[in-house]
């Protein structure tokens, strides 16, 4: 419809300028002496026209002649922005499909245009990491070390990799640089507690391990094994003393001394330095807040002397819990081993007779039979000692 509106316009102009011109009898006369030129008035008027057009189409030649090296610019760097932006895509793609040559082809094709570059330089960091190439890795990396746009993303980068790569100091140190920066956020702590765990810096994996905890960063689960493996190592190490076990000790929060692995890792340290009065209270306290078989394994072994008070009130204590896990065969069990050394021999007996028919782990078998072979070697009773040493030897065997 328009383009019938426009034919129809057109029409009626031409038609109303021939009309026009028919019925007009003027003349234009130009006079240069000794020279003269007649002309039709709608001659000279078709001459204007022409000169008009003639002289706007030379300007136009010469302006765009003149912007033609702008243009040509302006089409190369639109040529080299949609190449770049296709090489990141493509190389963003190509990562998350698992074709890391293809990544770090395309990351170099993207890095060709400089608002790439840094965002280019680190997809080929992690592209040459996955190819186990760690000089090209270092190489992207280095090329975005002096953009401080690009600071966090490359130190977050690098500590992810050199945590992957094993180098838990070099990790730290991006870490610690990411930190002097100021920034801190919740992947970061996750990357800084890996690093620290391969450096089997454990008290650092603690604070961390707490730290992320407050922000719910960390499942459960993978909280409690890290706080164990930290404790495991803490508190076993050979080279404490005393007074050094007791100062780690007390460093502990009490929300984790009464759960029943640290309480048993305590337990067992603190016995093996001879504080078995201080091995006593710390499981006689996670005992009352969780029960559990390996917490009252570490309460026998930090048995007191013979005809102690404080070996008395261990036995009550076991006869109380006893009354309330009447089927507990390692209750029994210790039950029986601190009768036994109290020289309490009918109650040790009954005790360690209950303990090996509850008894389900080849372990306790062969201990409830060591101690009832004691028993019976005390009172001089040599074959029922010799039959309890014979399966106590078979209990080891299988």
Known sequence: MRVFLWLLALMAAAIGIAVTARYNPGNVVLFYPPYRMDLSLNFFVVLQVLLFVLLYAVVRAVRATAKMPARVAEYRQRKRERDGNKGLRDALKALFEGRFGHAEKAALRAADLPENAGVAALIGARAAHRMRQNARRDQWLARVADDPAMKTARLMTMTELLVDDHQPEAALAAVRELNASGTRHIHALQWSLKAEQ????????????????????LHPALSARLRELAYEDLLSDKAHDAESIMRVWSTIPTVDRVKPFVACRASSALNARGLHDEARQVAEE?????????????????????????????????????????????????????????????????????????????????????????????????EEAASHYRQCALATIL
Request: one cysteine or more; charged letters at 25%.
């Open 286 to 382: 996670a005992l009352k807040a969780n029960w559990d078989e390996r917490v009252v394994r570490a309460y026998r072994d930090a048995a007191a002397p013979a005809g102690s008070a404080a070996l008395l009130a261990q036995i009550e204590h076991c006869e109380a819990w006893l009354l309330e896990r009447p089927n507990d065969a390692e209750l029994a069990l210790t039950l029986g081993s601190l009768c036994l050394k109290q020289k309490l021999w009918g109650k040790a007996q009954r005790y360690l007779e209950q303990a090996l028919s509850d008894a389900t782990d080849p372990a306790m078998v062969r201990e409830a039979h060591l101690k009832l072979a004691q028993l019976h070697e005390a009172l001089q009773q040599p």
């Open 198 to 217: 391969q450096a089997k810096n454990w008290p650092e994996v603690l604070r961390l391990v707490r730290s992320l905890d407050k922000h719910r960063a």
